[in-house]
């Protein structure tokens, strides 16, 4: 089993309408977590952090469930710009070479 | 800024060759790192180094070897290039301040071993 593992997708999306995806982590030991963003034949990008609290971002929404260990994101009011392929991050340390991607989910927002 | 700059964009290799990947930040980063991404894969670490003359190894470091002489330069050897080692590869930099410092991404090196 991966330790991080998402939904590869696509998800369709009409402009303007809300999408929401999981990621979930096998490894308890994980503390911190990220949403990166990733366009076609790019390099990643990070998102956003996502906070025990949730936090929002404009119109990107960031949860945490420790107990079922996963994360969420949620986009509303989606543009055509975001269609991407969204990386789900889990760290178990201070460093950077704790950090495990999942394989990430792609949402395709259509006109 | 240039930020974190990989060169070459794109190489052809023929089993059995080598080669260097090369991967420059001009941020002042102590942690430097590799990732190999393959489709469904997600982002596999493949060596890292958290300061000049210091580094090692990630998921999957058989057939690549680093060396870190400088602050700004990790480059990533291919000692005989397999099939296997096809692969969009990206370099990372970041600081060392702890679990939330971002890291940044190079443009990628496709790689592709004939």
């Known amino acids: 089993r991966k330790e991080v593992e998402q939904d590869p997708g696509p998800f369709n999306v009409p402009e303007g309408a809300t999408v929401a995806f999981n990621c979930t982590y096998s490894?308890?030991?994980?503390?911190?977590f990220f949403w990166y963003r990733q366009d076609c034949r790019k390099e990643p990008k990070l998102l956003m952090s996502?906070?025990?609290s949730g936090n929002e971002d404009g119109r990107f929404t960031a949860q945490l469930n420790r107990a079922s260990q996963y994360i969420s994101l949620l986009i509303r009011d989606s543009k055509l710009s975001d269609s991407a392929t969204y990386l789900c991050v889990a760290q178990r340390g201070a460093a950077g070479n704790k950090l495990t991607f999942g394989g990430g989910t792609r949402v395709l927002v259509k006109p | 800024n240039a930020g974190v700059t990989q060169t070459p964009k794109f190489q052809v290799l023929k089993t059995g060759q080598s080669m260097t990947l090369q991967c420059a930040q001009d941020?002042?980063?102590?942690?430097m790192s590799w990732y190999r991404q393959d489709p469904g894969m997600g982002l596999r670490l493949i060596h890292y180094s958290v300061g000049a003359g210091i580094t090692d190894q990630g998921e999957v470091p058989n057939g690549y070897n680093v060396s870190r002489s400088t602050t700004e330069d990790f480059p990533l050897r291919l000692l005989s290039a397999a099939p296997s080692q096809t692969s969009v590869y990206f370099c990372?930099?970041?600081?060392?301040?702890?679990?939330?410092?971002?890291?940044?991404f190079g443009p990628g090196t496709r790689l592709l071993v004939l």
């Open positions: 990372a930099s970041s600081r060392l301040g702890g679990p939330q410092e971002t890291q940044y």
């Open positions: 996502v906070y025990s």
């Open positions: 941020m002042n980063h102590e942690y």
């Open positions: 490894n308890s030991a994980s503390q911190s």
